[in-house]
């Protein structure tokens, strides 16, 4: 809420992920996905309940691709929006609830990705902004 302009809340991100093969015998990587992000976040809306002590708010744009070209090439980009509730002390353990809801854009050559990875992710984090954290993502597809 103290935020004077909308630059103060502009962010990008980017993570990389990459699935190693620790059972062959060279360690190859098996996948990398790249995954830049520019997005507008604020930590604290400013909206308080009984129910839980901070809510935040992220919402933007998101890539992601394993780098490759044609027929092994996999990129997809969405739209998401992610409010974010955190319950108890947030100076010391504390439980954390962030649902990404997120929107396909792009996807020709990933024409079933909802199939795999739903509509929503659901990140559930417990622990201390100065200590250990333990946090799980969870995510359905549309299909079984």
Do not use: C
Request: hydrophobic share 30%; no cysteine; proline share 6%.
């Amino acid at each position: 809420p103290a935020s004077r302009s909308l630059l103060d809340n502009l962010y990008f991100a980017y993570t990389q992920t990459s699935i190693w093969d620790l059972s062959a015998d060279s360690k190859p990587f098996r996948d990398t996905s790249y995954k830049p992000r520019l997005f507008y976040y604020v930590a604290d809306t400013g909206l308080h309940s009984p129910w839980f002590t901070r809510m935040g708010f992220a919402a933007g744009i998101g890539h992601e691709s394993n780098g490759k070209a044609g027929p092994d090439s996999r990129s997809l980009n969405i739209l998401f929006v992610q409010p974010t509730w955190e319950f108890g002390d947030l100076t010391s353990y504390h439980w954390q609830v962030s649902p990404m809801l997120y929107y396909y854009l792009g996807i020709s050559d990933n024409r079933d990705i909802a199939d795999y990875r739903g509509y929503m992710d659901l990140v559930d984090k417990y622990g201390s902004p100065d200590g250990w954290q333990l946090s799980t993502t969870l995510r359905k597809g549309t299909h079984h």
